[in-house]
């Protein structure tokens, strides 16, 4: 069975994904085909936008229909095979969907446009790496399943925990609660040493005794070891398709500190982790974005720096629990899947040719 993966390389996140799955399926015996796109330019995405708002404003509905029937099959790119299965990652590329004898997406709810689901009648199944993302993506219509995600195995045996050391990942700077952190922590020269990663040129710096910032990017090989060793993972997250730095961390058996909100409170509970109430939300396309309470984030992190070294070890062992019992559960949920589509007949013409009707 040959399952092509295809996603727009614009970020870390997105990289890991591919990876994962790429190497989850390799691993079960498919053939894999990894296909990364290269991001639009500002002047594609402002022209993207501007026929987006076009089409919906002043296009009548059956002609939006005949509109993307053209980009699926008129502008389609031209394979000599086509592959059993389409994997999309984040994004639909209606260009490639009569590529494959089946499309499955598995989005991130908080980047997936609204425009995006006039392709959706021609996505077999959407596979959901939340709870939260299944919420979204029945509400329109769409078949799907619950398969969860994974990350990395970032445990290092061979490492100490040291609880006053405490990390957080900023990434992009635009979803990870690094400014509502920043604050908190800058009030607390008596706290231990933060560590941030975060772009050289990020513009929130905050300068303390007590915040350190890694000014170069961290190879995977590096990350690992340092998030075994720090024992605590603050990550306040204002939206997550997954969350890979927070399963990360858990996986090393460190204790995070994130939001009380979808998805972030579906794989960090109080039994494994602490939880901080928001202040408020807004929408964020198929989403939502959670801003947290800085108080309460304040005295989350007190009451996490005062347990006692036995709790900590605790809720640490109770993390990486989840975490193995939950790359298990993915890797079998994920290749249960392909096997169903494996034993379907091929005959989808009239379905790639219309789409669902929905």
Not at 106 to 115: C, G, S, V
Not at 248 to 265: Q, Y
Not at 280 to 308: F, H, K, M, W
């Amino acid at each position: 069975m040959v399952v092509r993966i295809i996603a727009q390389n614009s970020g870390a996140g997105l990289r890991k994904d591919m990876g994962l799955l790429a190497s989850v399926l390799k691993e079960e015996g498919y053939q894999v085909e990894e296909l990364f796109l290269t991001p639009p330019n500002e002047r594609e995405v402002k022209r993207r936008n501007l026929y987006e708002r076009v089409v919906q404003k002043y296009v009548p509905r059956s002609f939006q229909k005949a509109l993307v029937w053209l980009e699926i099959h008129a502008l389609a790119k031209r394979f000599p095979k086509k592959v059993d299965v389409n994997i999309f990652l984040e994004v639909l590329f209606p260009q490639f969907i009569s590529s494959a004898h089946y499309n499955l997406l598995i989005p991130n709810q908080e980047w997936f446009k609204p425009a995006q689901c006039a392709y959706l009648p021609w996505v077999d199944l959407v596979l959901c790496k939340t709870r939260e993302a299944e919420r979204a993506f029945g509400a329109l219509g769409c078949t799907t399943r619950f398969i969860s995600f994974t990350s990395v195995d970032s445990f290092s045996p061979n490492t100490n925990k040291d609880y006053c050391q405490v990390l957080h990942f900023a990434g992009n700077g635009l979803t990870k609660g690094t400014k509502a952190l920043l604050n908190v922590w800058s009030k607390h020269p008596e706290w231990p040493d933060l560590w941030i990663s975060q772009r050289k040129e990020s513009n929130n710096r905050v300068i303390a005794n007590n915040i350190h910032y890694f000014d170069r990017f961290m190879r995977e090989e590096e990350l690992p070891e340092l998030q075994t060793r720090c024992g605590i993972y603050v990550g306040p997250s204002e939206a997550e398709g997954f969350g890979h730095a927070l399963v990360e961390a858990m996986s090393a058996k460190t204790i995070v500190i994130t939001t009380d909100a979808p998805p972030m409170n579906e794989v960090v509970r109080p039994e494994r982790g602490v939880l901080v109430s928001y202040q408020t939300c807004r929408p964020r396309r198929l989403g939502t974005s959670y801003y947290v309470d800085e108080t309460a984030l304040e005295q989350a992190i007190l009451n996490t720096l005062s347990l006692s070294e036995s709790e900590k070890l605790r809720m640490g062992e109770v993390a990486r629990k989840w975490y193995l019992e939950n790359d298990k559960f993915f890797r079998e949920a994920i290749t249960d899947t392909l096997k169903e589509f494996q034993w379907l007949p091929k005959i989808q013409e009239e379905r790639q040719l219309y789409g669902d009707a929905r």
